[in-house]
């Protein structure tokens, strides 16, 4: 049993071991970059590259340490001025950007490459080291296709708003000659027709008339119906309180037929009083 556990304890210390081994030789690396090494289309204002380690430097001594670890150079290899930002609320990311106020004469060009030469030097926190020289190229944006896109798509929205508003003038125009074809022109018509000025005004007179007073039918018409429907609606809005007879709610019909039972019940009775006295 003591040999068991001698066994296990020494098993639980080697892996520990090999672990610790492990964190050991991964050290201080370069998780993400942006723009990513050999990007197109960066932009040309505020030029620079945001890196993320898989540990911070934000520490003020470890900053002093690197310094000269970031260095930002252009196509033709000249060394540009840079400024080296870190970020205390992100863990590990550190901005190299172009420092543009070091020297004024210094421009970004669009679709040129420049490349960030981070040293192997470069500390951590915690003491752990890049290792090797790492370089992130990338080239900026082309403005003369930047500017084409640009122009494009303005042509593309002048060419749309053109459109619609030609589309809107025909409409317009379509319907002033509707409406005016729908006025009669006496004279045009009196010589298409060859009758005279009077009854062409007469007849469209006669016609506008019986149009109006077509319209006006069907007003009224419209009127009664929605009267007679209100009136409906608001009889069927009573009830009765309580159930009666047909007799007591003053039924003609049902009077008349009470009568007529009674008298026929009162002859009954005088033919039998008659029979008795034959006997």
């Known amino acids: 049993m003591k040999r068991l556990g001698a066994i296990l304890t020494l098993a639980a ?97 669009g679709s040129a490459e420049y490349t960030l030469k981070i040293s192997k030097d470069v500390t951590s926190d915690e003491g752990n080291t890049l290792g090797k020289d790492q370089e992130i190229s990338f080239k900026t944006l082309n403005q003369g296709t930047n500017t084409m896109i640009s122009m494009g798509m303005m042509v593309l929205m002048i060419g749309g708003m053109i459109v619609i508003t030609t589309r809107s003038a025909k409409k317009a125009a379509e319907d002033e000659t509707r409406r005016r074809e729908e006025k009669v022109n006496p004279y045009k018509e009196a010589k298409k027709t060859g009758k005279s000025v009077e009854e062409i005004v007469e007849k469209d007179q006669k016609k506008k008339a019986k149009a109006a007073r077509d319209a006006a039918k069907a007003a009224e018409k419209k009127a009664l119906e929605e009267e007679e429907y209100e009136e409906e609606d608001e009889i069927n809005k009573y009830r009765v309180s309580q159930r009666h007879s047909a007799f007591a709610a003053g039924s003609k019909y049902a009077a008349a037929k009470k009568k007529a039972a009674a008298q026929k019940a009162k002859g009954s009775k005088n033919n039998s009083a008659k029979k008795k006295k034959k006997k």
């Open 13 to 109: 210390l080697l892996i520990t071991m090999a672990t610790s081994f492990c964190f050991a030789d991964e050290g201080l690396t370069i998780k993400e970059t942006y723009p990513k090494d050999g990007s197109t289309g960066a932009s040309i204002e505020n030029l620079g590259v945001k890196l993320y380690f898989s540990e911070d430097l934000t520490d003020k001594k470890v900053a002093d340490l690197n310094k000269g670890a970031f260095q930002l150079y252009d196509s033709e290899g000249k060394k540009l001025p840079t400024r080296v930002l870190y970020n205390d609320n992100e863990e590990g990311v550190v901005l190299v950007l172009l420092d543009t106020n070091k020297d004024k004469k210094v421009k970004v060009e």
